[in-house]
């Protein structure tokens, strides 16, 4: 069954490359109010999804789709846009890549899809994000708050390689590693 969530999510994968190319073109305003546009309608689709009762494994597959497109489009044009004030941290950026990219691996490897874990970590590591963008757009850069944010963000990811590793088979919203050995909601422990 289709979800009426569905559009905010492809609407996320199709923005991903229409801002990566507003950032391209040097459009600091046009690729921030579009980064904005995206991350809130991700605030939407998966609470939509489950209050409706259409969440579904398609439709979280779709979002990691989405969350993946949508934060490469953002790390590039920050980069972009931000170049001078990031160059400290970039051994933060480069980990959080690398734990990205491993946690997406690690899952392709073992399972053939991404993970569609919607992890709380990831979750909180999401919000921020969006905190953060804003924070940046409307105001100014700050260290500190990248700092915690990739923490977060490192953290998200190795938790998702612990639970690939943890699972089975493959399951999509778990919410957190300590649900992957309870009996009420993975039936693989």
């Known amino acids: 069954m289709r979800s009426l969530a ?5 609407y996320r994968i199709a923005a991903a490359p229409i801002i990566a190319g507003l950032a391209l073109a040097g459009l600091r305003d046009a690729f921030f109010v579009a980064l904005i546009v995206s991350l809130l309608t991700d605030l939407v689709d998966g609470p939509l999804a489950r209050w409706l009762g259409t969440a579904s494994e398609r439709g979280a597959r779709l979002d990691t789709i989405a969350d993946g497109g949508t934060t490469l489009a953002a790390l590039l044009g920050i980069a972009l846009f931000e170049r001078h004030t990031l160059q400290p941290e970039l051994p933060w950026l480069i980990a959080f890549l690398v734990s ?18 919607h992890l709380y970590l990831s979750k909180l590591g999401a919000i921020l994000s969006g905190v953060f963008v804003v924070s940046l757009y409307a105001f100014d850069y700050s260290r500190l708050f990248l700092i915690a944010l ?38 693989d422990g």
């Open 150 to 187: 990739l923490g977060v963000g490192l953290l998200a990811n190795l938790e998702s390689v612990i639970v690939t590793f943890r699972l089975k088979e493959f399951r999509s919203d778990l919410g957190s590693l300590l649900f992957v050995d309870d009996g009420r909601k993975d039936k």
């Open 6 to 10: 569905d559009p905010f999510t492809i």
């Open 100 to 117: 990205y990219a491993g946690a997406a691996a690690a899952c392709l490897i073992k399972f053939r899809r991404l993970p569609a874990y």
